[in-house]
């Protein structure tokens, strides 16, 4: 708690100075290369190996490396990519036709054999990823001639389309091994260049993408090469950008430094709504958190509309569900209420923790938890509020923070009891319920960290997969919706809004509703 504090203090001070001073030290000079921009990212990326990297970073940069079979368009419908056309002559038989004259970064063909190879890359064991479990529903893949890609399922799985788009999946070289990802080779808008770990990703221009990259208007220049610093701390990001040492960062530091770095002359912020949703996950199978009634009890002790009226200065909407607001297959707020919900009410946290068995000691403590967070600023101020609000009901709840390498192994490994990260990109298809919530889902084989098992939710998951009609898909997930409001393995908490901060001599910058770093194709430099 004495460090939480001191962390507190440090970060009142550091605001206060970037408020009123050009630099503090932690600024570093720039290092101008021509057609360059330097953009802030909090950690480095697990794997840029697209098959394997399942993290924020890893999906965002490897973004701008791979392509991707389909893209989503803004309402997070699918439409043609580096697969112009597809079609399913029967409910086991996927085929995509692929767009011709689409090369490697190295020169080498993109055709259907690579994608072939991607995809059983991904089932045939020969890669550690928990993205498999997203192609487990596969039985062969062939390419049926250059251009050609079949796709063979052992039972129907409408969510296969959603699994090859933008952001979770790029198409691969033949041939691409485990360390592939030190290394990779795309065919994306930009070409990686180097990386050093915790230090930064530098990625160039590919001139040669077949999808074309926008010109600069008259009097600007491209952006011709990407420097992804490292910069866990928020702080420094901020003052970075002050100074003009970095020329961008998207969601990196928190909602009072955006509205201290507004006034800043040299400084532009883009703000908008976003799909990615923060979300906090228990360990279902911990003594302490088995029983959902105390899952219940710390949902009725949390104020998660004061901690957005803090921290995100409003700039955040309240999350029921793990999908985007407005999404086809999102439960809604009357269908959500035919279940249990647990708003604000301390008094109910307490008479839950007493019917689980956890009656008040006479320091007034009901149980001892540890909640695992990342160094990131935001979720650190988030957890100590909410650290704050626990307490009342009579749960003492300590932190831990580590950088986000050692914290993301510990969640992937089950050595925690609650832990907060947000989902990106992989919550805008309702197959985000089975790659967190199946049975089959536990790492490795995909992201149910918290070993959440319910037979009804599995049957549910199979069948929504299995039909074509979206009504029927619609009503399975629904169901799906309102167990999980119900039993809440884990807490679907807010949509915090795109907040990306950038130097006027970047320009043109469009925030993309999943946070992706694809605005960096359209813009330019002045």
Same mark, same amino acid.
């Given at each position: 708690?004495?460090?939480?504090?001191?962390?507190?203090?440090?970060?009142?001070?550091?605001?206060?100075?970037?408020?009123?001073?050009?630099?503090?030290?932690?600024?570093?000079?720039?290092?101008?290369?021509?057609?360059?921009?330097?953009?802030?990212?909090?950690?480095?990326?697990?794997?840029?190996?697209?098959?394997?990297?399942?993290?924020?970073?890893?999906?965002?940069?490897?973004?701008?490396?791979?392509?991707?079979?389909?893209?989503?368009?803004?309402?997070?419908?699918?439409?043609?990519?580096?697969?112009?056309?597809?079609?399913?002559?029967?409910?086991?038989?996927?085929?995509?036709?692929?767009?011709?004259?689409?090369?490697?970064?190295?020169?080498?063909?993109?055709?259907?054999?690579?994608?072939?190879?991607?995809?059983?890359?991904?089932?045939?064991?020969?890669?550690?990823?928990?993205?498999?479990?997203?192609?487990?529903?596969?039985?062969?893949?062939?390419?049926?001639?250059?251009?050609?890609?079949?796709?063979?399922?052992?039972?129907?799985?409408?969510?296969?389309?959603?699994?090859?788009?933008?952001?979770?999946?790029?198409?691969?070289?033949?041939?691409?091994?485990?360390?592939?990802?030190?290394?990779?080779?795309?065919?994306?808008?930009?070409?990686?260049?180097?990386?050093?770990?915790?230090?930064?990703?530098?990625?160039?221009?590919?001139?040669?993408?077949?999808?074309?990259?926008?010109?600069?208007?008259?009097?600007?220049?491209?952006?011709?090469?990407?420097?992804?610093?490292?910069?866990?701390?928020?702080?420094?990001?901020?003052?970075?950008?002050?100074?003009?040492?970095?020329?961008?960062?998207?969601?990196?530091?928190?909602?009072?430094?955006?509205?201290?770095?507004?006034?800043?002359?040299?400084?532009?912020?883009?703000? $908008?709504?976003?799909?990615?949703?923060?979300?906090?996950?228990?360990?279902?199978?911990?003594?302490?958190?088995?029983?959902?009634?105390?899952? /219940?009890?710390?949902?009725?002790?949390?104020?998660?509309?004061?901690?957005?009226?803090?921290?995100?200065?409003? /700039?955040?909407?309240?999350?029921?569900?793990?999908?985007?607001?407005?999404?086809?297959?999102?439960?809604?707020?009357?269908?959500?209420?035919?279940?249990?919900?647990?708003?604000?009410?301390?008094?109910?946290?307490?008479?839950?923790?007493?019917?689980?068995?956890?009656?008040?000691?006479?320091?007034?403590?009901?149980?001892?938890?540890?909640?695992?967070?990342?160094?990131?600023?935001?979720?650190?101020?988030?957890?100590?509020?909410?650290? /704050?609000?626990?307490?009342?009901? $009579?749960?003492?709840?300590?932190?831990?923070?580590?950088?986000?390498?050692?914290?993301?192994?510990?969640?992937?490994?089950?050595?925690?009891?609650?832990?907060?990260?947000?989902?990106?990109?992989?919550?805008?298809?309702?197959?985000?319920?089975?790659?967190?919530?199946?049975?089959?889902?536990?790492?490795?084989?995909?992201?149910?960290?918290?070993?959440?098992?319910?037979?009804?939710?599995?049957?549910?998951?199979?069948?929504?997969?299995?039909?074509?009609?979206?009504?029927?898909?619609?009503?399975?997930?629904?169901?799906?919706?309102?167990?999980?409001?119900?039993?809440?393995?884990?807490?679907?908490?807010?949509?915090?809004?795109?907040?990306?901060?950038?130097?006027?001599?970047?320009?043109?910058?469009?925030?993309?509703?999943?946070?992706?770093?694809?605005?960096?194709?359209?813009?330019?430099?002045?």
């Amino acid at each position: 708690m004495k460090q939480d504090l001191f962390g507190v203090v440090r970060r009142r001070v550091l605001l206060a100075l970037l408020l009123v001073c050009p630099c503090v030290t932690g600024c570093k000079e720039r290092r101008t290369e021509p057609g360059s921009v330097v953009v802030i990212i909090e950690s480095s990326p697990n794997n840029l190996d697209l098959r394997v990297g399942a993290d924020a970073q890893s999906e965002r940069v490897g973004g701008l490396i791979f392509d991707a079979l389909a893209k989503k368009d803004e309402h997070y419908e699918l439409q043609p990519w580096l697969a112009k056309s597809w079609e399913q002559p029967d409910p086991l038989t996927w085929v995509f036709h692929l767009r011709d004259g689409v090369r490697f970064h190295d020169g080498r063909p993109l055709e259907a054999e690579d994608v072939a190879y991607t995809i059983r890359s991904l089932i045939d064991g020969s890669l550690v990823t928990a993205k498999g479990g997203g192609f487990n529903a596969v039985d062969k893949v062939e390419a049926k001639d250059r251009l050609t890609v079949v796709v063979h399922m052992k039972r129907p799985e409408a969510g296969l389309l959603f699994n090859v788009s933008d952001g979770l999946f790029g198409v691969v070289p033949r041939g691409s091994g485990r360390d592939f990802g030190l290394h990779p080779v795309g065919s994306g808008p930009f070409r990686f260049v180097s990386a050093v770990q915790d230090k930064e990703v530098v990625v160039a221009r590919n001139h040669e993408y077949w999808a074309g990259m926008p010109v600069a208007p008259a009097g600007a220049q491209d952006i011709e090469r990407v420097r992804f610093e490292v910069v866990p701390d928020a702080i420094t990001s901020a003052l970075e950008l002050k100074k003009g040492s970095a020329d961008l960062a998207s969601n990196v530091v928190t909602l009072d430094m955006v509205h201290a770095l507004e006034s800043v002359p040299n400084l532009k912020v883009e703000s $908008g709504t976003g799909s990615p949703v923060v979300y906090v996950t228990f360990n279902v199978t911990d003594p302490l958190l088995k029983d959902m009634r105390v899952r /219940q009890a710390i949902a009725c002790a949390m104020d998660r509309q004061a901690i957005v009226d803090a921290i995100w200065r409003g /700039q955040a909407r309240l999350a029921d569900t793990l999908l985007p607001e407005g999404h086809w297959a999102a439960a809604s707020d009357a269908e959500l209420a035919q279940v249990a919900n647990y708003p604000h009410d301390v008094a109910r946290a307490q008479r839950l923790l007493d019917e689980a068995g956890f009656p008040a000691g006479k320091d007034g403590v009901r149980l001892r938890l540890t909640m695992k967070t990342s160094t990131d600023e935001t979720t650190r101020l988030m957890v100590t509020v909410l650290q /704050q609000q626990l307490r009342a009901a $009579g749960i003492r709840l300590e932190i831990r923070s580590a950088e986000f390498g050692t914290f993301y192994a510990d969640v992937t490994k089950g050595a925690f009891q609650m832990y907060a990260l947000r989902w990106i990109g992989s919550n805008e298809d309702p197959d985000i319920f089975r790659y967190a919530y199946a049975s089959t889902s536990f790492p490795p084989k995909g992201g149910n960290r918290g070993r959440y098992s319910n037979a009804r939710v599995d049957g549910l998951l199979k069948e929504a997969a299995a039909s074509s009609d979206r009504a029927a898909r619609r009503g399975a997930y629904v169901e799906v919706q309102k167990i999980l409001a119900e039993e809440l393995p884990g807490i679907p908490m807010w949509y915090p809004n795109n907040e990306v901060i950038h130097t006027r001599r970047v320009e043109g910058v469009v925030p993309r509703g999943a946070g992706s770093f694809d605005f960096l194709t359209d813009a330019w430099i002045r």
